[in-house]
């Protein structure tokens, strides 16, 4: 899999948020997007996840033949902020909601041992702690057959001991895709062996 990105630029209003991007990402490879809050790294994973849409340029996906943008959903999987829950599921559900949609790489009963939730497998997401639902974003980011998985402030809402969790997984399930982390936080993309700093496309 490779993601070619050529002058792409995303702008709000008049504001160019960056620009003259020129980056070809490639399966195996660990990027990080770095840059200050409010910078636009969330901004840009957005648009190589095909969620906005760029103000100039293109990204280009290609895995054996090109990947319409439409259709690139289908071999990611993302974790961030913006990514929701079903909050009226149990944990349990959710998973088995999740692998009717995508094929999984664990069964959910591992799954459900990995997260260390199994007191906690009936009980409604909604009724989860903010880590908790963080946890539960990362496994289905982790464990769901993708060529590409892009994270986005992986860690918030994390206690020391989950962090050394996703610290644990993150190489795990890592192999052979393409990983995109957007953070501000070292010890969240230390793992990354590309640095792309997103200010350095703002002039």
């Known amino acids: 899999m490779i993601i070619k990105l050529e002058e792409l630029g995303k702008k709000y209003a008049r504001e160019w948020i960056f620009k003259g991007v020129n980056l070809t990402l490639e399966s195996g490879k660990a990027y990080a997007v770095i840059g200050g809050n409010g910078s636009g790294k969330s901004t ?3 648009l190589l996840a095909g969620i906005s849409h760029p103000s100039k340029g293109t990204i280009t996906y290609v895995d054996n033949n090109e ?3 439409d259709d690139i959903w289908k071999h990611l999987v993302m974790a961030g902020p913006y990514t929701e829950l079903i909050e009226e599921f149990t944990l ?3 998973l088995e909601f999740h692998a009717s949609l995508k094929k999984m790489t664990k069964p959910v009963d591992e799954i459900i041992e990995i997260l260390g939730l199994e007191k906690s497998k009936n009980k409604q997401i909604q009724d989860f702690s903010s880590g908790m639902k963080q ?3 990362l496994s289905l980011a982790f464990f769901t057959e993708a060529s590409i998985l ?3 402030e992986p860690t918030s809402n994390l206690d020391q001991r989950n962090i050394e969790w996703y610290q644990h ?3 795990l399930v890592s192999d052979s895709k393409i990983v995109v982390i957007c953070s501000n936080q070292v010890y969240e993309y230390e ?3 590309e640095r792309i700093s997103i200010e350095s496309y703002k002039k």
Do not use: S
Request: aromatic letters at 20%; a neutral charge.
């Open 44 to 46: 840009f994973l957005k």
């Open 67 to 69: 990947i319409e943008a």
């Open 92 to 94: 349990i559900e959710h």
């Open 135 to 137: 946890k539960l974003k």
């Open 150 to 152: 892009f994270l986005d």
């Open 169 to 171: 997984w993150l190489p």
């Open 191 to 193: 793992y990354c062996n």
